[in-house]
C-alpha cells in the first residue's frame, strides 16, 4: 500500500451548514493509494509504507469498512517488513525501527492476525515474545525512555510506540514501567505540557505520547490536568482548526494529537467542538476523497485518518468510536 | 507535509537519461569541498538548458526538483542493490546514493543509518581516517540542515544523525566549539525553518552533554534573547531562552534571578514600546513572571503592560485574547516568591 497524496485537493468554498462526511470517496481514495504500484510516488513514500498502510486501514475501520483492503495481500505485506531481530521496517529491505513495529503490530491487531504472527514471525522465540525483546532491548535501563532504533535517538514518541505495541501483545510485563512512567513524569513543563526529553519545549505531538503511554500505565493520575488542559485548549485558532503550539498554522492533524490528549485527561469540551469539525470537513476533498492539513491544499492518506479520528472524538455522525490511545 | 509531485514534473521525467542525471548530480553533491554547500530546490518556473541538471556557484548549488526525483529513482536502485553487505570498493557508492535519498526526503531512516554504518566501517581502520570522515560527514548533515529546505531544516532524523556523528566525535576526542555551532548552524537553521522544535532540542542537548552545562548556558543567553527579540513570533526560542535561564534542578544552585529579572524588564519594556502582541511573546512572559525567577516587581509591572496594551487592540480578537490569557495564566500558576 503507497502512502500516496493527491490528485485530490480539499474544498475552501464548501459551505458551512451543508458540509457532510464524504464516506464513499474518503473510501474509495484510501483503496486506490494500493493500485498505483508503478508509479513514482509509490517509490518516493516507501520508507513510510507500514505508517501509510496503518493510517489508511485505520480510517477504514472508522468509517465502518474494515474489509476494504484485502486482509491477506495486508498480513503477508506486514510479515514481509520483519528483521531477523523481531523489530519491523517501513517496507521489506527497510530498517527496523520502533514506529514501523508499532504500526506493524496495531495493523495485526486490527485485521485480528496475531496469531499468524505467532506461527510465521521471525526474531528469536518467534511470535509475540521475539517483538517484545526487540522492544524492550530499546529501552534505556537507566532513565527509563525508549531508543527508536539501535542507533540511539531517544524520543517520548517512543515511549508511546513501545507501550502501545506491548499492551497490543499482552506483553507489557517485559519492560521496566515504572521507570517509564518516571522518565514521562520528568519531563512535565511548567507550562502542563510534555516534550521530547526532560526540559524541553511542549509540543502536541509529544503530549499526545506521553499522555497516551501514562494512560496505557494505568498512571493518568500523575498528569496535572487543569494546566495541561489549559495549554491544550489554547491551540484552537480562530478559524476552528488546531495548531501544535503558540502561532503555529494550524493543521488538521492536531485535531487527533490534541483532541485526544484532551479527552484522555476529560478535558475534550474545553475546545469548541462543533467548530473543530466544520474545519476538519473543510479539509476534505468531497469529490475525489481524502483529506489535506488546511482547506485548499493536497489530501494525503496521514491528514485523512487523522481528520476521521478527530471527528470520530467528536462523535460525528458516521464515523466509528476511536479509542484515544 | 505532503510529498505530492505534480503531473508535469512526472511528464518531464520522461524526457532525460536517468542514469546521467543521477550521475551529475550525486557528484557535486557529494564532492569534498571542504565547507559547507547551500542548497535550494528550483521549481517548474525556473527551466534549465537541455542537459542542464543542476545550477552551481561556488559553494551554491540549484538543483531542479524534477531532476532529483529522477536522480532519486536510479539512487534508490542503487541504494537497494547495495546496502545488504555492500563490498568495500562500493562504500562511497552507497553513501552518495544516500546523500541523494535523504536530499529528496530526509526522514528516510535506512539512508541515514547506511552513513552510520560506512562511517563506522571506516572507523575500524584507524582513528585518523574516521576522525577526518567524520568531519566530512558533519559538513554533509549541517548543509542539510542549513539548506533553503522547508522539510530538511526540522528533520528529526537528519538532526538525530547530527546527533549520532557528535557523539563519536567525543568519543574521539575531537573538539567542540559551542559559540560557532550555535550562530553558523544551529541559529541558521532555527531561522530558516521558524519555531523549528529539532534545531532547538539538540541545542539543549548540545549543551547538556558536549558543554559544561551551566557556564554555557549563561554565556549564550545573551545571544539567545538577542535572537528572540528579533523574532518574537517564534515561541521555540522563547521557550529555550527559558532553559537558559533556568538553573538546572540540584540543590547547591540559586536561582539567577538577576539575569532572569534583567531579561525579563528588557522583553516587556519592549513589548509595550512595539505594542507586540505575539502569543509566544506573552506565553514566555506569563511563564517567567509566575516562576521565582524574577523578582516579584516584575509581575505588577507584567500586569499594568498587560492592561496598558488591550486598550490599544480593541479590534483585534487573537491579541487580546493572548494578553486576557497571560493574565489568567500567570494569577492562576504565580509560584511564591520571596524576592
Known amino acids: 500500500m503507497s502512502l500516496v497524496s493527491g490528485p485530490g485537493r480539499a474544498t475552501a468554498t464548501a459551505l458551512p451548514d451543508e458540509l457532510q462526511l464524504a464516506i464513499e470517496p474518503h473510501v474509495k481514495y484510501i483503496q486506490s493509494l494500493d493500485s498505483r504500484k508503478d508509479e513514482l510516488e509509490y517509490w518516493l513514500t516507501e520508507h513510510l509504507r507500514l505508517n501509510g498502510l496503518y493510517w489508511g486501514l485505520t480510517a477504514l475501520h472508522l468509517l465502518g469498512r474494515p474489509d476494504a483492503l484485502p486482509r491477506n495481500e495486508t498480513i503477508k505485506f506486514v510479515l514481509s517488513c520483519q528483521h531477523d531481530n523481531g523489530g519491523f521496517g517501513a517496507a521489506p529491505g527497510h530498517d527496523a525501527h520502533l514506529l514501523y513495529t508499532c504500526s506493524a503490530i496495531q495493523i495485526l491487531a486490527m485485521v485480528d492476525a496475531l496469531d499468524d504472527l505467532e506461527n510465521l514471525g521471525k526474531g528469536e522465540g518467534g511470535g509475540r515474545v521475539a517483538v517484545s525483546k526487540y522492544i524492550a532491548g530499546l529501552q534505556n535501563q537507566e532513565t527509563g525512555t525508549f531508543a527508536g532504533d539501535e542507533w540511539g535517538e531517544e524520543d517520548t514518541r517512543f515511549i508511546l510506540c513501545a507501550l502501545n505495541a506491548l499492551s497490543l501483545l499482552h506483553l507489557l510485563s517485559v519492560v521496566d514501567m515504572n521507570k517509564a512512567v518516571d522518565y514521562i513524569v520528568s519531563c512535565a513543563n511548567f507550562d502542563g505540557g510534555y516534550g521530547v526529553s526532560p526540559g524541553t519545549e511542549s509540543h502536541s505531538g509529544q503530549i499526545y505520547a506521553c499522555v497516551g503511554a501514562l494512560r496505557i500505565a494505568g498512571r493518568l493520575d500523575l498528569v496535572n490536568k487543569d494546566k495541561l488542559g489549559r495549554w491544550l485548549s489554547e491551540r484552537q485558532v480562530e478559524a476552528g482548526g488546531l495548531n501544535g503550539r503558540p502561532e503555529k498554522l494550524e493543521d488538521v492533524c492536531y485535531s487527533w494529537w490534541v483532541g485526544s490528549s484532551l479527552a484522555m485527561i476529560g478535558r475534550l469540551h474545553w475546545i469548541d467542538g462543533p467548530k473543530l469539525a466544520k474545519y476538519i470537513l473543510k479539509c476534505q476533498d468531497p469529490k475525489e476523497g481524502g483529506f489535506a492539513d488546511r482547506p485548499g491544499d493536497t489530501v494525503d492518506v496521514f491528514h485523512t485518518v487523522f481528520s476521521i479520528a478527530g471527528l470520530s472524538l467528536l462523535e460525528f455522525p458516521g464515523v466509528e468510536d476511536v479509542d484515544p490511545c | ?339
Open chain 2, 1 to 339: 507535509m505532503s510529498r505530492a509531485i505534480d503531473k508535469e514534473t512526472v511528464a518531464s521525467l520522461q524526457s532525460d537519461d536517468p542514469t546521467s542525471v543521477y550521475e551529475d548530480i550525486s557528484c557535486t553533491l557529494c564532492w569534498d569541498r571542504g565547507q559547507l554547500l547551500e542548497i535550494e530546490f528550483l521549481g517548474k518556473s525556473h527551466p534549465l538548458p537541455p542537459g542542464t541538471n543542476f545550477l552551481l556557484d561556488g559553494n551554491n548549488i540549484a538543483i531542479p526538483k524534477a531532476k532529483l526525483v529522477q536522480a532519486f529513482v536510479t539512487a534508490r536502485q542503487i541504494f537497494f542493490n547495495l546496502a545488504k553487505d555492500c563490498p568495500k570498493d562500493k562504500l562511497q557508492v552507497l553513501g552518495n546514493a544516500a546523500a541523494v535519498i535523504l536530499l529528496m526526503d530526509p526522514e528516510h531512516i535506512t539512508a541515514a543509518n547506511s552513513r552510520k554504518k560506512i562511517l563506522l566501517r571506516a572507523g575500524s581502520l584507524s582513528p585518523e581516517i574516521f576522525k577526518a570522515m567524520l568531519r566530512k560527514e558533519l559538513l554533509f548533515v549541517n548543509s542539510f540542515l542549513t539548506a533553503r529546505l522547508h522539510r530538511h531544516t526540522k528533520s528529526p532524523t537528519l538532526w538525530g544523525h547530527r546527533r549520532w556523528v557528535l557523539e563519536k566525535c567525543k568519543a574521539m576526542g575531537m573538539g567542540y566549539d559551542i559559540h560557532q555551532d550555535l550562530h553558523s548552524i544551529i541559529l541558521v537553521a532555527a531561522e530558516r525553518h521558524p519555531r523549528n522544535y529539532y534545531a532547538w532540542s539538540h541545542l539543549r542537548w548540545v549543551i547538556q552533554n558536549l558543554c559544561v552545562g551551566e557556564k554555557t548556558k549563561s554565556e549564550i543567553s545573551p545571544f539567545i534573547k538577542n535572537w528572540c527579540l528579533r523574532h518574537p513570533s517564534d515561541t521555540s526560542g522563547f521557550s529555550f531562552l527559558l532553559f537558559c535561564l533556568a538553573p538546572l534542578k540540584t540543590p547547591e544552585n540559586v536561582p539567577r534571578s538577576d539575569a532572569s529579572t534583567f531579561v525579563c524588564e528588557e522583553v516587556l519594556g519592549l513589548a509595550v514600546s512595539f505594542k507586540w502582541t505575539f502569543e509566544s511573546v506573552w506565553v514566555f512572559l506569563r511563564t517567567i513572571v509566575a516562576t521565582e525567577l524574577v523578582a516579584s516587581s516584575q509581575r505588577l509591572v507584567f500586569l499594568e503592560a498587560i492592561n496598558n496594551l488591550l486598550t490599544t487592540c480593541e479590534g483585534e480578537p487573537k491579541a487580546r485574547s493572548n494578553l486576557q490569557n497571560a493574565m489568567q495564566w500567570f494569577e492562576e500558576n504565580q509560584q511564591a516568591n520571596g524576592s
